[in-house]
């Protein structure tokens, strides 16, 4: 008689989900390009992890002019290629919240044996939508409290406010991108703080950002001397 | 009749990383009294292995000599306490030494409580005790060493009785992977009807060493009591 018929057969996955300000200001100083080369490194890097005590899942939740689960959450080293993220339109963050509240909450395809998942929001303006009712669902539904939440604002119109609300590691406080290389700056210490993560003997405890390896020059407010 | 079966096994990923089990198991049987216990050093602490080993030792001392009756903050505060002053007396920090914490207390008539701090399962073939909350993306987050509020504690009553009659503690190392818990310890159990706890144990570890799940790394301990088998 063997037990392993109740013993799951795949490995514990860790959901990155990504969501991502497509709205027609992004078009503009190199952002979209920016972040669409960003998505491309990051979702190699993860493909490329020897899967050894997780496996990196992506999804990716665009909002500009309507919110649209751009990339359904998917094991990094079955992501082949990800179509690229167009800016048009508005920035409908309630939509997106739906979205993201959505996967998060469904267990056929996040289960509970999953690691914390990891939430970025990311976006250069304002809503354009009556967001708070969605925004307000998604930050206090049970799951999303639990995973790392972590936010970049992306040039001087970013509505800072709901950035901060949204993140919820206070060790790794609101990233600031001033121009498109800083929004790859901050892909790159996503990548490599999940990847190591990942890699951890305790991929189930929170996520802890590092940037200082891959940061040049001012950041924000806070000199990010982080103790992890 | 009471049989006690207990196994722990090292994860591979602490084999690769050249670290100790940090999981430990135990249990005792006392004028008419019994308990079982598991507890899962937290990974990322220096000393984990050192307290959960220090836990076992800890709660089977106070359990022993503590009324059945008595109430669960009482029952905890003892053995927490108790905890505490072995771990500093060997001049490690507590948050050194981070572990959670799994318990099923009874008689021989069957009745039992049960405390939970931290990750992990509590269950029978018929009921799992530890609440759906506690199994949510590997809800590593407290432990002795860490937790000071007596609310992060889960806790309860429960009685074998039947074809209910074994109760099944299970560090996340196993826990995690389980698709059915209730599925998993009926099997076990029926497993190990009229079968040797030797021969049992020996099943178990030869299972947990060839664990199914792909990139499994954790350590896998499982402690069980069952009332009125024969052997």
């Known amino acids: ?228 | 009749m009471l049989k006690f079966i207990k196994t722990s096994v090292i994860g591979p990923g602490h084999i690769v990383d050249d670290l100790p089990n940090q999981d430990s198991v135990g249990y005792f049987r006392s004028n008419g009294y019994w308990a079982i216990i598991a507890c899962d050093g937290m990974g990322s602490r220096p000393l984990s292995n050192i307290g959960s080993q220090i836990a076992i030792q800890s709660i089977k001392s106070v359990l022993k000599v503590t009324d059945f009756r008595s109430p669960a903050k009482t029952v905890i505060a003892e053995f927490y306490q108790c905890w505490l002053d072995a771990v500093k007396s060997r001049m490690i920090k507590p948050n050194d030494a981070v572990t959670t914490v799994l318990i099923a207390w009874g008689d021989n008539s069957g009745d039992f409580r049960w405390f939970q701090l931290g990750d992990g399962i509590i269950c029978t073939r018929e009921v799992v005790y530890t609440p759906k909350s506690k199994d949510e993306f590997s809800n590593f987050t407290t432990g002795l060493g860490l937790s000071k509020n007596f609310n992060d504690w889960s806790l309860g009553y429960g009685r074998l009785s039947g074809t209910d009659n074994s109760i099944l503690l299970m560090t996340d190392g196993i826990s995690e992977d389980i698709t059915d818990h209730s599925g998993f310890t009926d099997a076990l159990i029926k497993f190990s009807h009229n079968k040797s706890s030797r021969r049992i144990k020996k099943y178990l570890k030869n299972q947990l060493i060839h664990w199914p799940t792909p990139f499994h790394t954790d350590d896998k301990s499982l402690a069980m009591v069952i009332l009125n088998d024969k052997k």
């Open chain 1, 1 to 228: 008689m063997s037990l392993k018929k109740f013993v799951a057969n795949k490995p514990r996955p860790l959901p990155v989900i990504i969501m991502a300000d497509t709205s027609g200001s992004m078009s503009i100083e190199g952002k979209i390009a920016s972040l669409n080369q960003s998505l491309r490194d990051m979702i190699k890097s993860f493909s490329e992890e020897g899967r050894t005590r997780a496996e990196i899942h992506v999804a990716v939740i665009t909002f500009g002019g309507s919110a649209q689960v751009h990339l359904p959450l998917t094991p990094a080293h079955q992501i082949n290629q990800i179509d690229e993220l167009i800016a048009t339109g508005g920035t409908p963050l309630g939509e997106a919240c739906l979205l993201a509240k959505d996967l998060i909450e469904n267990k056929e395809i996040i289960s509970s044996r999953a690691y914390r998942p990891v939430i970025i929001l990311l976006s250069d303006g304002n809503p354009t939508d009556n967001y708070s009712s969605a925004f307000n669902e998604l930050i206090n539904s049970e799951r999303a409290n639990k995973a790392t939440r972590l936010a970049l604002s992306i040039g001087a119109d970013a509505d800072d406010s709901v950035l901060n609300d949204f993140n919820n590691d206070l060790e790794a406080p609101l990233f600031y991108a001033k121009n498109a290389s800083d929004i790859h700056r901050f892909f790159r210490a996503v990548t490599m703080s999940v990847s190591n993560h990942s890699k951890s003997q305790a991929p189930n405890e929170r996520l802890k950002l590092d940037f200082s390896e891959v940061v040049e020059g001012e950041l924000a407010d806070d000199d990010f001397e982080l103790d992890f």
